[in-house]
C-alpha cells in the first residue's frame, strides 16, 4: 500500500510517501508545496496542483491528512481548513480514499507522545524510515501522517483478524 501523507498550510504544504508492506515502511519521497506570495486563491491552486502532481508521479492508493487544529487566530485556522479543502479536493478528483488524523493522534503514534515536539517527530520519523538525512519540519509532519496512517491500518486489520477468529470459534 502507498500512502501519501499531507501537513496541510497555506504557505507551505508538506508531504510524505511511503509504501507500507510486510510490517515494512519503505520511504519514496518526501518535500513541500510552498506558495506564491499573493491572493489565498493563488495559492490554493498551487495545493491543489501540486498535490495531484504528486499523486500522478507517486500512484498512491490512499490519502491521509492532519485535521484543523485551533491555531493562533480564527483567520489562521480558516486559511489552514481551506488548503486542506484544496488538497482533500486534489485527492478525491484522483479518487483516492480520504483518511483525517488529529495531530494528537499522529505524534502519538509515530513518538509515543501525543504532547511530542516537532523536533521529536522529526527524529522518530528519520529513525523509522531509515532516513540518511532529517527532512525539514513540514516534510517529517507529512511523513508522520502517513506513518499514523499505515499503523491505524495496521491496528485495524489486527483487530479484524481477532474479531474473525472470536466469531470462528462461536460457530463451533
Known amino acids: 500500500m502507498i500512502i501519501l501523507g499531507i501537513?496541510?498550510?497555506?504557505?507551505a504544504t508538506g508531504y510524505g510517501v511511503i509504501k507500507f508492506a510486510s510490517n515494512q515502511y519503505i520511504y519514496l519521497g518526501s518535500g513541500c508545496i510552498r506558495t506564491p506570495d499573493g491572493e489565498l486563491a493563488g495559492r490554493l491552486d498551487c495545493i491543489f496542483q501540486g498535490v495531484s502532481t504528486i499523486i500522478e508521479q507517486y500512484k498512491p492508493d490512499t490519502?491521509?491528512?492532519?485535521?484543523?487544529?485551533?491555531?493562533?487566530?480564527?483567520?489562521?485556522?480558516?486559511?489552514?481548513?481551506?488548503?486542506?479543502?484544496?488538497a482533500i479536493v486534489a485527492a478525491t478528483q484522483h479518487k483516492l480514499p480520504v483518511s483525517e488524523y488529529a495531530a494528537r493522534q499522529i505524534k502519538q503514534a509515530v513518538v509515543g507522545k501525543g504532547s511530542a515536539q516537532k523536533s521529536q517527530v522529526q527524529h522518530m520519523v528519520t529513525y523509522i524510515l531509515d532516513l540518511t538525512n532529517t527532512p525539514q519540519s513540514d516534510a517529517a509532519d507529512a511523513l508522520a501522517v502517513a506513518l499514523c496512517h499505515a499503523h491505524s491500518q495496521q491496528s485495524l486489520l489486527k483487530m479484524a483478524g481477532q474479531a474473525t477468529r472470536t466469531a470462528r470459534r462461536r460457530l463451533r
Open 63 to 86: 490519502f491521509a491528512i492532519e485535521q484543523v487544529f485551533m491555531a493562533k487566530n480564527a483567520d489562521s485556522a480558516l486559511k489552514l481548513g481551506q488548503a486542506r479543502g484544496a
Open 7 to 11: 501537513d496541510p498550510g497555506s504557505r
